[in-house]
């Protein structure tokens, strides 16, 4: 069993997914950036998910980037939209 793709039998996104000794740990963090005011507050408006493997930074793994077009607050919310 190739434990570095996921596996997925029944739908269960819970599923025990045997380990071997060939794991490899890897890390992940988000470094943030663009910092802008919005309502008096500093928001990010640049993300980026980083994935090292085996420790932080050693070896580049994979990396997703985005970036935030608006934030807004304070919205009022249908109570419908909860039932």
Do not use: C, W
């Not at 045997?18 to 990010?44: A, C, H, M, Q, W």
């Not at 932080?56 to 039932?83: A, C, E, F, M």
């Amino acid at each position: 069993m190739d434990i570095r793709k996921p596996q997925i039998n029944s739908g269960n996104l819970n599923d025990v997914v045997n380990r071997s000794e060939d794991d490899v740990e890897v890390d992940f963090y988000i470094e943030t950036s663009d910092f802008r005011n919005v309502d008096g507050v500093k928001l990010p408006f640049q993300f980026e998910q980083v994935a090292t493997a085996p420790i932080l930074r050693q070896n580049l793994v994979g990396r997703i980037t985005g970036s935030i077009k608006q934030y807004l607050h304070n919205l009022s919310i249908d109570p419908k939209s909860y039932q």
